[in-house]
Nanobody, 125 residues
């Protein structure tokens, strides 16, 4: 059972930056496909960015491309989401997710088995 714990959320002004972290309990973290998702108020959960299991492939939602960067540190069992040039519409609860059976970068949340508790990101305009 993989446990994921997100941190790094908070309140930031538009144009600012935040870095989210997702620490995993599982020692074989490097074998998992990882994804960041977000759920804006009153909306469904949506894909933000993700890694394939090998880490060789990344994918970003069009809305964050060029502003957000996903990275992973296998030695620390941690995935990061660097968020720059934040906009009010980035306000959401951000979740990281993991799965060891996925191929490629999967953008649908229902395909991921493990989820963190979420961290709130609020961008003031």
């Amino acid at each position: 059972q993989v446990q994921l714990v997100e941190s790094g959320g908070g309140l930031v002004q538009a144009g600012g930056s935040l870095r989210l972290s997702c620490a995993a309990s599982e020692g074989t973290f490097s074998n998992y496909a990882m994804g960041w998702f977000r759920q804006p108020p009153g909306k469904e959960r949506e894909f933000v960015a993700g890694f394939s299991r090998s880490g060789s492939r990344t994918l970003y939602a069009d809305s964050v491309k060029g502003r957000f960067t996903i990275s992973r540190d296998n030695a620390k069992n941690t995935v990061y989401l660097q968020m720059n040039s934040l906009k009010a519409e980035d306000t959401a609860v951000y979740y990281c997710a993991a799965d060891r059976d996925l191929f490629g970068v999967v953008t649908t949340p229902e395909n991921y088995d493990y989820w963190g508790q979420g961290t709130q990101v609020t961008v003031s305009s």
